[in-house]
């Protein structure tokens, strides 16, 4: 009979932190840091995450024991991008089974699993052309809609003239053009219309919208036009 502790794979980290970002910023969090990345952003701040072989080797059991060792009963799973790693499925099956609330922050470039068990948030950060990604290796349309029956939130980092780097806030209704018909997806908690992003006949539309470069607004376009 198998268990948990024949499974196993890479990770980069795990820790315990506060989250800094998206619905639930300021709570603390366990980050399990998933090792592999063939996305390879430019401005990437984790490439010591990219390589699938590097990391230190984990079995499930272990991972679990560790997780449970923090205050606290929410986790981040992160990478590298973590729906390449072996140990996604079960690790966020294991998750599930132990009633832990669970995130998944991920470049939107593989398509996640059906739905089953606990409810996961997922915080999709799609890559624009700025990331230095060519864009069939950073855009997966599939990917993107199935994102969007989940009603994921949105995160896009988008370059300046300058080059410079700022985080386009992120979003619960990212909706893509009628002609790609993804499944209705809810709109923006009240008071919080100034953060959503829809894309719709008129394309994309958004009150901080203008105040990003030109090149920026159209590659957005492109990526959420799936």
């Given amino acids: 009979m198998s268990s ?14 506060i989250q800094g970002e998206g619905p639930t910023a300021g709570l603390p969090a366990v980050f ?31 991972l679990m024991s560790q997780a449970r060792s923090y205050p ?8 590298g991008e973590p729906l390449e790693s072996s140990l996604f499925y079960p690790l ?5 089974n132990e009633q832990f609330e ?9 398509e996640p699993p059906v ?11 799609v890559k624009l052309a700025a990331s230095g990604v060519e864009e069939g290796r950073r855009i997966n349309p599939a990917a993107i809609r199935r994102f969007l029956e989940y009603h994921a939130w949105w995160k896009f980092v988008v370059a300046g003239e300058d080059g410079s780097r700022r985080g386009a806030p992120p979003g619960r209704a ?17 008071g919080r219309a100034d953060r959503a992003l829809a894309v719709g006949d008129r394309g994309l539309q958004a009150p901080w919208l203008p105040l990003l470069p030109e090149a920026a607004r159209h590659d957005l376009g492109r990526a959420a036009r799936v």
Avoid: M
């Avoid at 893509?176 to 923006?188: D, F, L």
């Fill in 102 to 110: 669970i995130e998944v922050e991920t470049s939107g470039t593989v």
């Fill in 92 to 96: 966020v099956t294991a998750l599930q």
């Fill in 174 to 190: 990212l909706r893509a053009a009628p002609r790609a018909h993804p499944a209705p997806t809810r709109g923006p908690p009240a």
């Fill in 115 to 125: 739905r089953s068990g606990r409810e996961i948030q997922w915080n999709v950060s």
């Fill in 72 to 79: 606290c009963r929410r986790v981040v799973i992160t990478g």
């Fill in 4 to 17: 948990s502790s024949a499974i196993g794979g890479r990770i980069a980290e795990i820790f315990f932190s």
């Fill in 32 to 62: 399990i840091r998933l090792q592999g990345c063939s996305v390879g952003c430019q401005w990437c701040d984790t490439k010591y995450s990219w390589d699938p072989a590097a990391g230190r080797a984990v079995d499930l059991d272990g």
